[in-house]
């Protein structure tokens, strides 16, 4: 895994084709695999590349963070754009209306703590006066409601991290005291959150995501035949409701297809926050770092 990191294009898109083949043709996968039990994916030296936990969220939580998104739903009808499909994320092609549930398509990302885009700054508190700022879909009177509503599916993802990535846990947790001193007056919660409804994603990589890290993707709603395509791993995943994907999308080339009405709340961490606040990037983790300790009834 740290070779494939060190090989790729930092400056790529992730969707060029012609780069992923000759990555392919120098990592090679050995076969084929569609996974559907909960599975942890290691490389040759031990690092893990990918948790997969089917029907890892009960009922009554997929049911908040659905009611969740319907409050969101004039943050994620002015999400999408008419532009060009290089920005695929926002590009209305992707996405499709529901027939019969209040799914509002679209995509939007969620942090009371949030910096422009190409300004990284290090070392806290930063240099030049320049601060964070709230992103852009929580700025206004729904903020605080769209925060408060995330609150207990933001702590299912942040527990299940404490298993899947011991070390990136305790940075997020120390980033977060940091942050909460320089924000007391405002009582924050300093996760990043990309919430994305009815979108079929093509293939690709997400180079601002921490090769290291691991970014806890959730799915909930009413739709069926979810498929996550791991391309690069050779790796097909049975991606229903309910299901939590755990990986960096830095290195894991991943899409997803399905049928009907899907919601997807991808948790991650910026680099620029860390740095913001002066935490060290985590390392790789590797099997034998796993907290087996931990033990979670959701």
């Known amino acids: 895994m740290i070779r494939y990191n060190e090989a790729l ?30 599975s942890v994916l290691v490389d040759s030296g031990g690092h ?23 409050g969101m739903g004039h943050l994620l009808k002015k999400s999408m754009t008419s532009g060009q499909e290089t920005k695929w994320r926002t590009f209305s092609g992707y996405f499709h209306m529901s027939n019969c549930h209040p ?87 300093f996760n990043c959150t990309a919430v994305i409804c009815n979108r079929q994603c093509p293939l690709h990589r997400d180079p601002r995501s921490a090769p290291e890290g691991f970014d806890v993707m959730t799915s909930v709603g009413h739709y069926c035949n979810g498929l996550m395509t791991l391309s690069n791993l050779g790796i097909q995943l049975r991606y229903n409701t309910g299901a939590m994907v755990g990986c960096s999308r830095h290195i894991v080339r991943h899409g997803v297809t399905f049928t009907g009405d899907q919601i997807v709340w991808t ?14 990037r985590p390392q790789y983790v590797k099997y034998m770092d796993v907290d087996w300790d931990v033990s979670v009834s959701a």
């Open 267 to 280: 948790w991650f961490i910026c680099d620029s926050l860390h740095n913001f606040v002066g935490t060290p």
């Open 48 to 70: 893990i590349i990918l948790w997969y936990l089917p029907d890892a969220i009960s009922p009554w939580i997929r049911a908040e963070m659905e009611e969740a998104m319907v």
């Open 103 to 189: 799914v509002t398509p679209g995509c939007i990302n969620i942090a009371p703590c949030w910096f422009q885009q190409g300004r990284e700054p290090h070392g806290f508190p930063p240099s030049g006066g320049f601060v964070s700022e709230v992103s852009a879909t929580l700025k206004g009177e729904g903020g605080p409601t769209v925060i408060i509503s995330m609150q207990r599916s933001a702590l299912l993802a942040f527990v299940a991290l404490r298993v899947m990535h011991l070390e990136l846990y305790w940075a997020s947790v120390t980033t977060q005291i940091k942050l909460a001193l320089w924000a007391f007056e405002n009582n924050l919660m």
């Open 9 to 38: 294009d930092k400056r790529s898109t992730r969707m060029i084709t012609k780069h992923e083949e000759a990555l392919l043709h120098k990592f090679p996968y050995h076969s084929e695999q569609f996974l559907d039990k909960p």
